[in-house]
């Protein structure tokens, strides 16, 4: 794997200085039919930290996104071009097995989205569908411990059978990411994860995403420039495609290197 290294010169991406990286993009591009989504995006993740990506709606953060775990193979005029690494190992590798990718790259959608089971079935269905656990007894402390680091135990640990549906919007998704890391994923994907919630709900999502990343590389696409400032260690600006600079968030924020940024950052461009 090549380490995680920074550009030196002035008109380039700044890329990511992770010291633990656990995913590499190098070169990507995605073309939807003719049309070139993204272009030649560069960009490290690293363990333990969260890296957000930022820029105005159609910029391709959320497709850069989907290209990490490969959901755009459910796009039929998606086209994929360049490298993605997983532990040094090119994601799109023939042999790849995309289930147990998605096993080790988890995603959280902008929607919350529980399966029509029960709570205790929801967050059990990564594990059982794996194979991670043998017995009862072992399944029930899976659920409990992923509850538990979802922030949403003490809430729901009286009502286990009752459906996931029947939860606050901000439980959902709270259950989402207890399901998401029921499987313990390498990475955490989460897209505009709490645009459908209200302030509180996600104000206890923001929490969560601070508390995960002791666990986990989480990736978040966001919206939100003050959501991105609180919970990211580093932060990059996609625009029109191009991935224009990635670095520090304190530095992003107040400091930019490229005058886009600086542009989307101070409200000059949207």
């Not at 049309?35 to 995006?41: G, L, Q, S, T």
């Not at 580093?234 to 930019?256: C, K, Q, R, S, W």
Request: proline content about 4%; some cysteine.
């Amino acid at each position: 794997m090549n380490d995680a290294r920074q550009t030196t010169e002035p008109d380039a991406p700044l890329l990511a200085t992770a010291n633990n990286t656990v995913m590499t993009a190098r070169d990507v591009s995605v073309f939807y039919g003719d049309k070139r989504a993204i272009k030649d995006v560069t960009l490290d993740i690293g363990r333990n930290q969260v890296l957000a990506l930022i820029g105005a709606s159609g910029c391709g953060k959320s497709t850069f996104l989907r290209c990490l775990n490969r959901m755009n193979d459910t796009i039929a005029s998606a086209r994929v071009e360049g490298l993605i690494t997983l532990d040094g190992k090119d994601i799109y590798a023939p042999k790849q097995d995309v289930a147990q990718l998605r096993a080790r790259v988890g995603i959280v959608f902008q929607k919350p989205t529980p399966f029509p089971h029960s709570i205790y079935d929801n967050v059990a269905y990564g594990p059982r569908i794996h194979g991670l656990t043998r017995y009862r007894a072992d399944l029930d402390d899976l659920v409990r411990l992923s509850l538990e680091r979802a922030g949403l135990w003490d809430e729901v640990k009286d009502r286990l059978s009752q459906a996931g549906t029947s939860l606050s919007g901000g439980q959902q998704q709270r259950l989402c990411i207890a399901r998401t890391i029921a499987v313990n994923p390498e990475v955490i994907l989460m897209d505009e994860p709490t645009s459908a919630l209200d302030p509180i709900a996600s104000a206890k999502v923001e929490d969560l995403i601070d508390e995960l990343r002791q666990n986990f590389a989480i990736v978040v696409v966001t919206h939100n420039m003050q959501q991105a400032a609180r919970v990211s260690q580093l932060t990059a600006y996609f625009h029109m495609g191009d991935l224009v600079e990635v670095g520090p968030t304190d530095m992003i924020f107040t400091n930019p290197r490229q005058k886009l940024t600086e542009d989307y950052i101070t409200g000059r461009i949207g």
